[in-house]
């Protein structure tokens, strides 16, 4: 077994009761209707809205390899992970402005942000999983959203509240042979918009983020993807509408010295599913927000261990049309650089 990862059950554990599978599967679409239906955006309507968050990377509350990309097996009954994370960015939320300069204006909304997480998981058994976040800006800084409105001195706050996260996840299928295993987990995460709407620390309402994670295992090579949906109201920030958006991120680990050191290669992207707004040069913009992350995690017991990521922003967005030539740049929400530390602890496994 390995320390501080999520436990691969043997299967008759999850998944082959179909009654408690049908029933699970009913519960969690039913939770995921009603925090959608009760979602209505609480931002006052402007083209340049301040609810769009700098910080768009949901971290994996429970143990896992990766940074962002949680595993798809799930905790025992009643074994607990407490996280701290610290995240950096830089330039999560920049703008090309018109301007005489052929080049254009840059208006970098948040330049400079560090975050601050306190990550949660428990293991309810039956194959159930519940993790949350509380998350904070330690400190930010940047023109703020009156250089784009109206080019007006800066008017964001030093600090803010975000919004808080809440998931249920369940075990689908989680097999273990004695050379391969392999599981599948259906979860879904909750976005409360309890943050500062007026910091970019906000959502436009609630965000309901149904997925499917599986993960392949093969000796000390771990194979990992996650597929799902992000349902929120929708708000426009220049020529992006910030709304539903797909989830996807795959990633790969290995176990460089088994049980104590492994390394991990990430990727993932948030394809937007609105429509981009109309310019006055009639450009049509592409929003694909992409990162990629290279992650070291270190467990020098069952308890505790130490995780270190570094990495930034695909240039998968585009803008096509208009005045200007065909172009790829990193999307808005994407910064150029990420990097971040996380130390954790989790219950070892009962005897």
Known sequence: MRPNHSV????????RNPSIRARSLLAWALLNFAVRSASASHCEPHP???CVPSNQQWLAAAPSPF?????????????LSLALAGVYQY???QLEAPSPDPDGRSV?????????????????GYGFEFTSALRLVAHQQGSGIGAARSRSESSLAASAIRDPLLGIAYALIAREPRERSYALKLRSDFSLPLGDTESFASEPGSVVAPALTFEWQAGRVSVAGDAGLRLRPTETLADIRYGNQLSFGTGVSVAAIERTLFLAAEATALPGLEGAPETPDGAEARWIPAEWALTLSLHWSQVYSLLASAGGGLPFSSRSGGTDADESFVGLGAPQVRTLVMLRVTSPSPP
């Open 8 to 15: 691969c059950l043997p299967a008759r554990r999850f998944g």
């Open 48 to 50: 340049y809205s301040t």
């Open 67 to 79: 940074a962002a990309l949680p595993q798809a097996r799930v905790l025992e009954g009643a074994r």
């Open 91 to 93: 330039q999560p939320l």
């Open 108 to 124: 970098a909304l948040v330049e400079h942000v560090v975050d601050s997480q306190l990550l949660f998981a428990a293991g309810l």
